[in-house]
């Protein structure tokens, strides 16, 4: 699990090297396929419930669930970038996490979504502890985005994650402190909310995958898999090295999650037996 993890973070490290006016999201979609392989994983994400591609990638008003193709990236887009290695390839185990880039240089409201949404994954974060419950989650996010005068998605939750991509429990990026299931050392799940400038109600589009927001406003997306330890949590996704179009702008309000690991590489990561 930790490998998977590690590997998933250096996987978004190497991809935003590569976001810049110019650049289709298939070519994004060869690179991250490429390096898995290279790493000894496989893309979580291909022929995953028949999805195409090996990678997310969720430009603008796209929500999630983007899917790699002809569209080339320009000036002034943001893209979401959702990475699932599976390590080892047998019986491995999943990690999962993203970020959304900038491309080029963005307008003001641009800005504003994806710091909103950074920051609400950080506050979601800052949450887990033993005894917190998944509501306390959700309401940490909520409030917080909403009070930056944006929303939150309902109809896609993080989850739990292991040898499976997606199991219980899910959760939810809005909610009501106190209830849902209370949070116990070992669990392992992801936070990823999705938050909007404008409304929470998505649209899907035909392709049966690519999720969009219903008044075609700008969404954006941070997400993190976590491991409840006795006092706080684990981020397992934690990066080695700040992300290049997104963690290095002048205008990012980062958070904890972005002071990284100086060292080990996800080769020479340690391997226990699970988690
Ligand atoms: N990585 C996404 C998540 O965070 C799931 C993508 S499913 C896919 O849960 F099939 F679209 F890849
Ligand atoms: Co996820
Ligand atoms: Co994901």
Known sequence: MRRACSLAAETLVM????????????????LVHDFTLKNNAIPGPLNY????????????????????????????DI?????????????????????????????????????????SLEVGIAVVRPGATLGDIGHAIQTFAEGKGCSVVRDYTGHGIGRRFHTEPSVPHYGVPGTGMSLRPGMTFTIEPMV???????????????????????????????????????????????????EDVPWAKLGPLTSFIPSPKPESAPSPASV
């Open 15 to 30: 991809i935003s090297e590569h976001i810049r006016p110019g650049v289709s999201t298939e070519e994004l979609n060869t």
């Open 196 to 246: 909007n400038l404008g409304g929470f109600e998505i649209d899907h589009l035909d392709d049966g995958w690519t999720v969009l927001t219903r008044d075609r406003s700008l969404s954006a997306q941070f997400e993190h898999t976590i491991v409840v330890t006795q006092t706080s949590c684990d981020v397992r996704t934690r990066r080695s090295a700040p992300l290049k179009n997104c």
């Open 79 to 119: 893209i979401n970038v959702d990475v699932t290695p599976i390590f080892p390839r047998r019986r491995g185990y999943h990690g999962d996490t993203s970020a959304t880039f900038y491309v080029g240089t963005p307008s003001l409201k641009a800005r504003h979504v994806v710091e909103v949404a950074r920051q």
């Open 49 to 76: 419930r028949g999805f195409p591609k090996s990678v997310c990638t969720s430009v603008n008003a796209v929500v999630c669930h983007g899917i790699p193709g002809e569209q080339i990236l320009k000036d002034g």
